[in-house]
């Protein structure tokens, strides 16, 4: 277990999507539905339905770090998972907050980054200036790096249009320092989807139909809750990956059809699968 609790405690650090069905919702939908416990440090309010973002509240720096202190002093952390940060000043806070989370046994703890910079309707949910900041900063201190095609564009100055692009970046954003990608392939054009988990060990894909439909809001953030509850809960890498990987495609499958937009995935989906 990590030498952490038996639960899986995830201090998920990223911004709140009003429509539930991304953000800091979405992320602790999947953490719980997963068996772990999820905790918050707020970055952003974002005011958010499928149709889009309309609006952005930037919490204060020194709010986020204390929800963050706050968490840490008394629950602690088997893992952190990080969302939407804004700008570079929240990505130092980010970075300091991994850097004093201890687990009983008094060693760090795995840290998913999931790189946001764009929202699904286009919306930017990072300032173009904090992104040297997240490579400086968040990809040295990553088990877990899980950027969307654009996202690794926007990190490595490569292109990413197909799976060998994602690969490319993929070993670029090691070079970088992350000890591990998870290349996202749900921007790629195809009638196939292609996830790639590097590592410097080598490369799991993970590989499926495309899901024919509009309710993907939120996958991103979803599937790096849900490595991030793995990784808390003890799991090896390619154990959570996978889990968290099955847990996205079946909550898209089971989408609830809500919104005129894109809209959010069943996050629920074995509470009605028994
Ligand atoms: N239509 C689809 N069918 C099946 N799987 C999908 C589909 N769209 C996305 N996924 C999966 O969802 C996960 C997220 O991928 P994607 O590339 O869409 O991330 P993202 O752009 O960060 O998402 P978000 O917009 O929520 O931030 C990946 O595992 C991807 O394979
Ligand atoms: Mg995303």
């Known amino acids: 277990m990590n030498g952490g609790s038996r639960i899986g405690r995830v201090l ?3 911004g709140s999507d009003s429509g539930g069905g991304a953000g800091i919702q979405a992320d602790i939908k999947a953490v719980t539905m997963l068996g ?3 905790a918050t440090a707020v970055t952003a309010i974002t005011v958010q339905n499928t149709l889009g973002v309309t609006g952005v509240h930037p919490i204060p720096l020194d709010i986020i770090e204390a929800q963050g202190r706050a968490v840490l002093d008394d629950i602690g952390a088997d893992a952190i998972k990080t969302g939407m940060l804004g700008d570079a000043g929240t990505v130092a806070v980010a970075a300091r907050l991994i850097d004093s989370a201890r687990n009983s046994m008094g060693r760090g703890v795995p840290v998913v980054i999931d790189p946001v910079m764009i929202a699904k309707g286009g919306a930017s949910l990072l300032d173009p200036h904090a992104i040297a900041a997240v490579r400086a900063e968040l990809l040295p201190r990553a088990t877990l790096l899980t950027p969307n095609a654009p996202e690794a564009e926007a990190l490595t100055g490569l292109p990413a249009t197909s799976t060998d692009d994602l690969r490319r970046c993929g070993y670029e954003l090691l070079e970088a320092g992350a000890k591990a990608v998870l290349m996202k392939g749900g921007h790629v054009p195809g009638d196939r989807l292609v996830d790639l988990l590097i590592t410097r060990d080598g490369e799991t894909a993970f590989e499926d139909v495309r899901i024919d439909t509009r309710h993907t809001h939120g996958t991103g953030c979803t599937l790096a809750s849900a490595c991030a509850a793995g990784l808390a809960q003890g799991l090896d890498l390619t154990a959570a990956v996978a889990r968290a ?4 495609h079946r909550a898209i499958e089971a989408a609830p ?16 699968s028994r």
């Open 12 to 14: 998920i650090i990223a």
């Open 36 to 38: 772990a416990y999820a």
């Open 245 to 248: 990987w099955d847990y996205v």
């Open 257 to 272: 059809g809500l919104g005129k937009g894109h809209g959010p995935l069943d996050h629920g989906w074995m509470l009605r």
